[in-house]
């Protein structure tokens, strides 16, 4: 997990990034096993005064990059699963809903 917030706190840091940027994990992870990664998701997508959207992979919930992007004043964060996306190019499964 501390490998998570560190990441995080980078991103909350930057000012902005214009262009897509990745940070690749040491290993892969589950949100459906980090209750306090699914608050912060399920909080800051609710909470639309902070201008930032969290997505993830709603199939697999397993990530091992952070992706960032900033567009039209919304910073745009991504728990992507790399082996999901790069076995299945152009079947976008982010998704912004509430992990349970």
Do not use: C
Not at 5 to 22: C, R, S, V
Request: no cysteine; proline share 1%.
């Amino acid at each position: 997990m501390e490998e998570i917030y560190n990441i995080l706190t980078k991103i909350k840091q930057t000012k902005i990034f214009p262009e897509y940027a990745e940070f690749f994990l040491k290993k892969t992870y589950n949100l459906n096993g980090i209750d306090e990664l699914k608050k912060l998701i399920n909080e800051g997508n609710k909470d639309r005064t902070e201008k930032r959207v969290y997505l993830y992979n709603q199939k697999t919930h397993i990530f091992d990059i952070i992706g960032v992007i900033d567009i039209e004043n919304v910073r745009y964060i991504d728990f992507d699963d790399n082996w999901y996306t790069m076995s299945n190019k152009g079947i976008d499964n982010q998704t912004t809903a509430f992990l349970n």
